[in-house]
C-alpha cells in the first residue's frame, strides 16, 4: 500500500490556485508533514511543513503569503493551498512525513530520512 498519496495538480494561468491534497494510509497523528517541489534540471525544494504537535506552518520563502499548508487528521489528509501561482512555480510537488518534527520543519532535514514519501502531482502554470 502506497504511505503517501498526492494529488490535485493541474494547468492554472498565472494567478490562479490550486489545492493540493495528501492522503496517508497510516494513523497521522503523530507525524510531521512537508510539502517537496522539483521541476525539471532543478534540484528539489522544501516548500512548507506543518508540526505534528501544535499543526504550526512553516515556509520557504518563495512561496511565504500565497501557500497555506494545513491537516486534518481525521481525514489522514495534509493539504497545500497554492495561490497567486506564478511562473516559478511549476514542478512535481510531493509529500513527505516523518515522525520526527524538529527536523521536518527545517528546509536543511534530508530527504532521505523521511519515513515516507508519496508519487508527486503535477503543477503547470501557463497562460
Known amino acids: 500500500q502506497v504511505p503517501l498519496v498526492a494529488s490535485g495538480g493541474g494547468l492554472v494561468p498565472p494567478g490562479g490556485s490550486l489545492r493540493l491534497s495528501c492522503l496517508a494510509s497510516f494513523k497521522m497523528d503523530y507525524y510531521a508533514f512537508a510539502w517537496f517541489r522539483q521541476a525539471p534540471g532543478k534540484e528539489r525544494e522544501w516548500v512548507s511543513a506543518?508540526?505534528?504537535?501544535?499543526?504550526?506552518?512553516h515556509y520557504a520563502d518563495s512561496v511565504k503569503g500565497r501557500f497555506t499548508i494545513s491537516r486534518d487528521n481525521a481525514k489522514r489528509t495534509v493539504y497545500l493551498q497554492m495561490d497567486n501561482l506564478n511562473p516559478a512555480d511549476p514542478a512535481d510537488y510531493y509529500c513527505a512525513a516523518d515522525a520526527y518534527e524538529m527536523g521536518v520543519i527545517t528546509a536543511s532535514f534530508p530527504p532521505a530520512e523521511y519515513d515516507y514519501w508519496g508519487m508527486g502531482t503535477q503543477v503547470t502554470v501557463s497562460s
Open positions: 506543518i508540526s505534528s504537535s501544535d499543526e504550526r506552518p
